[in-house]
C-alpha cells in the first residue's frame, strides 16, 4: 500500500472497490439472547455504521450502513440480569455448583462453535472498528487461544486444590468459589479479545454472567448468539444492546451485580459502580485510561527505538491502552529522533482494512476533530508537526502526526490522544521523564530505551513502583496473557491475566474439620461417595 495515498481515496466510490471475500452483509438482529433463549425484539434498533464512507449517486459520502442491533430498555436489560440471577441462585444455581470438569466440557464446546463462526465475525470487526484483516484475524485467533490457556489455568488450580491442608490439629480443602452475577463490558478497540478476557473466566470460575458489547464493535456478536444459547445453560450467559447510559444505571442500582468488570475510562467506571446499593459487596475488575511513556536515554539504539516507539505508538491507529503515548527523548538526541520519527511514520501504508495497512480510519466519530484540536493546542504553544501531512484529516481518515517540541502547558502532555498522534518531549535531566511518570495520575507501563546497563538499572528499580510493566528497548504490550496485566493509580484495579483473571473473578473458600478419626471418617464418607462437588480428591487431566 503506498503510504502516500490521498485520504481522500479512503471514501469508496462504488462496491466493486470491495474485493468480493470481504464485503458486508447487512445484518438485521431483531433477538437478544437471554435465559438461554433468542428472544425477538420488536422495539426500536440501533443503527450500525462503519467508519468507512462511501459517496453514493453524487451525494457526500456517508458511513455505509452495516445492520441494526435492539436498542433495549431498562426492563429488558433488568429481565437478563434477573436472569443471570436466578441461574446463580444465591450459589446453589446448577451452575456454580456444577464439578469443575464439566464446567470445562461446556466451554470447550463453546470454543469449537465459536472457531466455526470466525469468517463472519472477523468481517464484522473489519467493518465495524476498521481493524485491518490481518488484525482482525489476529484478534480472533488469540481470543480462542486465551480461552483455551484458561481452560489449562482452570485445570492447574484445581488440581492443586485437590489435596488437604493438615495445620494445628485442623484439616481443610480450600478451593476457590464464585461471586455471582458478573457484569461485563468491553472496549471498542478489541470488543472481542478485551471482552471475553472478562466473560471467560467469570464464567469458568462459576459466576453467571450479563456482558454488554461496546458501541463500536456490538453486531460482531450476532454471529456468536447461537453458540452462547447452545453451549451453556439457561441464564448462565446474557447479552444486552442498547444505550448503555439508559440500560447499565438500572442494573448496578438493583444490587445484583457482584462483579462489575469494565475495560474503559474512568470517569464511566466510577459513575457506574457508585450506583451500586452495596458498594462493599461489588468487586470490581477495572481496565482504564493510560498514557504509557517512552524513555529514551542518551545512549539508545536509535534503529530499534524509532522501530519500537513506531510500532508502539501507531498500531490499529494507537487505539489500544497499551500504546505508547508520549515520547521524551534527551535532548542531545532530539533532532535525530525526531527525524528518523518522522520518515519511519511517514511510510506508515494508511488504507482500508482488506488492504492490510497500519493506519486505517477512525471508529469513533468526533476522534479526528478532538486530534485536531490537540495539535491545535500544541501549535499554538510553540510546537510543529514535523512529518510531511501529519495531522491532516478527511471523514473519519487521519494521518498520523509527529508533533515536537511538546511540553507540560500543552494537553498532548497530559492527555490519553488515544489516535494516531506522537508527542514528543525533549529533556535535559532524567529527572524530568521521572518526575512527569510520578506525577502522572497514569500507571500502566512504560518502555525504556539505552544500552547503559547501569543506568538502565538505577531506572528500573524506582520506575517498577510508578507502573506495573517496565519495557527495555521495547513497546509496550499487553501479551503474552500469561503475564500479569494491570496498572497502578487510575489505570487498573485488579489484575487480568490468564491465572490471574481466574483468581479475580472468585474467592477462597474451605471446609474445615478437626483432625480427629471421627471427622477423617465423615470426610472420607463424603469422598468415597461422592456426595460433594466441593469437598472433592478429583484430579482432573
Request: charged share 20%.
Given at each position: 500500500?503506498?503510504?502516500?495515498?490521498?485520504?481522500?481515496?479512503?471514501?469508496?466510490?462504488?462496491?466493486?472497490?470491495?474485493?468480493?471475500?470481504?464485503?458486508?452483509?447487512?445484518?438485521?438482529?431483531?433477538?437478544?439472547?437471554?435465559?438461554?433463549?433468542?428472544?425477538?425484539?420488536?422495539?426500536?434498533?440501533?443503527?450500525?455504521?462503519?467508519?468507512?464512507?462511501?459517496?453514493?449517486?453524487?451525494?457526500?459520502?456517508?458511513?455505509?450502513?452495516?445492520?441494526?442491533?435492539?436498542?433495549?430498555?431498562?426492563?429488558?436489560?433488568?429481565?437478563?440480569?434477573?436472569?443471570?440471577?436466578r441461574a446463580y441462585d444465591h450459589g446453589r444455581g446448577p451452575w456454580p455448583t456444577l464439578p469443575v470438569a464439566e464446567r470445562l466440557g461446556h466451554m470447550e464446546d463453546f470454543v469449537h462453535r465459536m472457531v466455526a463462526r470466525k469468517d463472519p465475525v472477523v468481517r464484522l470487526i473489519m467493518w465495524e472498528i476498521c481493524k485491518s484483516r490481518k488484525d482482525a484475524e489476529k484478534e480472533f485467533t488469540r481470543t480462542v487461544q486465551y480461552i483455551r490457556d484458561t481452560i489449562d489455568a482452570l485445570k492447574d488450580l484445581d488440581r492443586a486444590s485437590s489435596r488437604f491442608v493438615?495445620?494445628?490439629?485442623?484439616?481443610?480443602?480450600?478451593?476457590?468459589?464464585?461471586?455471582?452475577?458478573?457484569?461485563?463490558?468491553?472496549?471498542?478497540?478489541?470488543?472481542?479479545?478485551?471482552?471475553?478476557?472478562?466473560?471467560?473466566?467469570?464464567?469458568?470460575?462459576?459466576?453467571?454472567?450479563?456482558?454488554?458489547?461496546?458501541?463500536?464493535?456490538?453486531?460482531?456478536?450476532?454471529?456468536?448468539?447461537?453458540?452462547?444459547?447452545?453451549?451453556?445453560?439457561?441464564?448462565?450467559?446474557?447479552?444486552?444492546?442498547?444505550?448503555?447510559?439508559?440500560?447499565?444505571?438500572?442494573?448496578?442500582?438493583?444490587?445484583?451485580?457482584?462483579?462489575?468488570?469494565?475495560?474503559?475510562?474512568?470517569?464511566?467506571?466510577?459513575?457506574?459502580?457508585?450506583?451500586?446499593?452495596?458498594?462493599?459487596?461489588?468487586?470490581?475488575?477495572?481496565?482504564?485510561?493510560?498514557?504509557?511513556?517512552?524513555?529514551?536515554?542518551?545512549?539508545?539504539?536509535?534503529?530499534?527505538?524509532?522501530?519500537?516507539?513506531?510500532?508502539?505508538?501507531?498500531?490499529?491507529?494507537?487505539?489500544?491502552?497499551?500504546?505508547?503515548?508520549?515520547?521524551?527523548?534527551?535532548?542531545?538526541?532530539?533532532?535525530?529522533?525526531?527525524?528518523?520519527?518522522?520518515?519511519?511514520?511517514?511510510?506508515?501504508?494508511?488504507?482500508?482494512?482488506?488492504?492490510?495497512?497500519?493506519?486505517?480510519?477512525?471508529?469513533?466519530?468526533?476522534?479526528?476533530?478532538?486530534?485536531?484540536?490537540?495539535?491545535?493546542?500544541?501549535?499554538?504553544?510553540?510546537?510543529?508537526?514535523?512529518?510531511?501531512?501529519?495531522?491532516?484529516?478527511?471523514?473519519?481518515?487521519?494521518?498520523?502526526?509527529?508533533?515536537?517540541?511538546?511540553?507540560?502547558?500543552?494537553?498532548?502532555?497530559?492527555?490519553?490522544?488515544?489516535?494516531?498522534?506522537?508527542?514528543?518531549?525533549?529533556?535535559?535531566?532524567?529527572?524530568?521523564?521521572?518526575?512527569?511518570?510520578?506525577?502522572?495520575?497514569?500507571?500502566?507501563?512504560?518502555?525504556?530505551?539505552?544500552?547503559?546497563?547501569?543506568?538502565?538499572?538505577?531506572?528500573?528499580?524506582?520506575?517498577?513502583?510508578?507502573?506495573?510493566?517496565?519495557?527495555?528497548?521495547?513497546?509496550?504490550?499487553?501479551?503474552?496473557?500469561?503475564?500479569?496485566?494491570?496498572?497502578?493509580?487510575?489505570?487498573?484495579?485488579?489484575?487480568?491475566?490468564?491465572?490471574?483473571?481466574?483468581?479475580?473473578?472468585?474467592?477462597?473458600?474451605?471446609?474445615?474439620?478437626?483432625?480427629?478419626?471421627?471427622?477423617?471418617?465423615?470426610?472420607?464418607?463424603?469422598?468415597?461417595?461422592?456426595?460433594?462437588?466441593?469437598?472433592?480428591?478429583?484430579?482432573?487431566?
Open positions: 500500500m503506498n503510504p502516500s495515498k490521498d485520504l481522500e481515496d479512503l471514501v469508496l466510490t462504488s462496491e466493486d472497490q470491495i474485493p468480493e471475500p470481504f464485503r458486508p452483509s447487512f445484518t438485521d438482529q431483531r433477538i437478544y439472547l437471554c435465559d438461554g433463549r433468542m428472544i425477538p425484539w420488536s422495539g426500536p434498533q440501533t443503527p450500525v455504521s462503519s467508519p468507512i464512507h462511501m459517496a453514493g449517486d453524487g451525494g457526500s459520502p456517508e458511513p455505509v450502513s452495516l445492520g441494526h442491533v435492539p436498542d433495549l430498555d431498562a426492563d429488558r436489560a433488568l429481565e437478563c440480569l434477573e436472569a443471570a440471577h493438615f495445620q494445628e490439629g485442623l484439616l481443610a480443602q480450600i478451593r476457590r468459589a464464585p461471586l455471582g452475577v458478573a457484569l461485563c463490558m468491553g472496549p471498542f478497540n478489541y470488543p472481542l479479545n478485551e471482552t471475553f478476557a472478562t466473560l471467560i473466566p467469570a464464567l469458568l470460575m462459576g459466576n453467571t454472567v450479563v456482558f454488554k458489547p461496546p458501541k463500536h464493535g456490538c453486531l460482531l456478536y450476532e454471529p456468536l448468539l447461537e453458540a452462547f444459547r447452545d453451549a451453556f445453560p439457561p441464564g448462565v450467559v446474557n447479552m444486552v444492546t442498547g444505550s448503555g447510559s439508559r440500560v447499565i444505571p438500572p442494573l448496578m442500582e438493583s444490587g445484583k451485580v457482584n462483579v462489575f468488570a469494565f475495560i474503559g475510562t474512568s470517569r464511566v467506571a466510577n459513575s457506574l459502580r457508585q450506583r451500586h446499593p452495596k458498594l462493599n459487596r461489588l468487586r470490581c475488575v477495572l481496565g482504564l485510561e493510560a498514557k504509557n511513556p517512552a524513555i529514551i536515554l542518551p545512549d539508545a539504539d536509535l534503529e530499534v527505538t524509532v522501530r519500537e516507539c513506531v510500532l508502539g505508538g501507531l498500531s490499529f491507529n494507537g487505539q489500544r491502552c497499551t500504546a505508547l503515548k508520549i515520547f521524551f527523548v534527551h535532548k542531545s538526541l532530539a533532532e535525530r529522533f525526531v527525524r528518523d520519527l518522522s520518515d519511519a511514520v511517514s511510510s506508515v501504508p494508511v488504507g482500508l482494512p482488506w488492504e492490510d495497512p497500519v493506519i486505517t480510519p477512525l471508529a469513533e466519530p468526533g476522534k479526528p476533530d478532538y486530534l485536531a484540536s490537540l495539535i491545535d493546542d500544541a501549535l499554538a504553544l510553540g510546537a510543529r508537526v514535523t512529518n510531511d501531512g501529519g495531522g491532516s484529516r478527511h471523514y473519519s481518515a487521519f494521518r498520523p502526526a509527529v508533533v515536537y517540541p511538546v511540553d507540560a502547558r500543552m494537553r498532548l502532555f497530559h492527555e490519553e490522544q488515544f489516535g494516531p498522534v506522537l508527542p514528543v518531549v525533549p529533556y535535559e535531566d532524567l529527572e524530568e521523564p521521572v518526575r512527569a511518570v510520578i506525577e502522572s495520575p497514569y500507571g500502566q507501563q512504560l518502555s525504556l530505551f539505552g544500552t547503559d546497563p547501569e543506568r538502565m538499572a538505577r531506572l528500573i528499580d524506582p520506575l517498577v513502583n510508578q507502573v506495573c510493566r517496565v519495557n527495555l528497548n521495547c513497546q509496550c504490550q499487553r501479551g503474552p496473557d500469561t503475564f500479569p496485566f494491570t496498572g497502578r493509580k487510575d489505570s487498573a484495579e485488579s489484575t487480568l491475566s490468564v491465572a490471574d483473571a481466574l483468581r479475580a473473578f472468585s474467592i477462597r473458600t474451605l471446609v474445615a474439620a478437626r483432625d480427629d478419626e471421627a471427622d477423617k471418617a465423615l470426610i472420607r464418607t463424603i469422598l468415597r461417595e461422592r456426595l460433594s462437588r466441593f469437598l472433592s480428591t478429583d484430579f482432573l487431566l
